[in-house]
């Protein structure tokens, strides 16, 4: 399975980016797809991810403000940032969890800068 993120940039604040995912390879049906984020020296935080089943989950910080969506392929998921804020800046890892083991796959990772 291989993820390929894109979509990442350098905006000002109160601006959007739309962040995409492609996933390739062996997908099962029962998955999750989502995004993370991390900054140097803190873990991954969870930021929006999409059941198969098209359940959504947000992190606090991001509702209202990000959307999280998935083709009709289930293959391709979209994140849709409004309203960014410089707290928002990070790198960007889109993640596939899918399997009896619940194995997680990672995209490579987009930045995205946003300026006060």
């Known amino acids: 399975v291989q993820l390929q993120a894109s979509g990442g940039g350098s905006v000002q604040a109160g601006e959007s980016l739309r962040l995409s995912c492609v996933a390739s390879?062996?997908?099962?049906?029962?998955?999750?797809m989502g995004w993370y984020r991390q900054n140097p020296g803190k873990e991954h935080e969870l930021v929006a991810r999409?059941?198969?089943?098209?359940?959504?989950e947000y992190s606090d910080s991001v509702k209202g403000r990000f959307t999280i969506s998935r083709d009709n392929t289930e293959t391709t998921i979209f994140l849709q940032m409004n309203s960014l804020k410089p707290e928002d800046s990070s790198v960007y890892y889109c993640?596939?969890?899918?399997?009896?083991?619940?194995?997680?796959?990672w995209g490579q990772g987009t930045l995205v800068t946003v300026s006060s």
């Open positions: 999409i059941t198969s089943d098209g359940k959504t």
């Open positions: 390879g062996t997908i099962f049906g029962l998955n999750h």
């Open positions: 993640n596939l969890n899918m399997g009896p083991l619940r194995t997680n796959f």
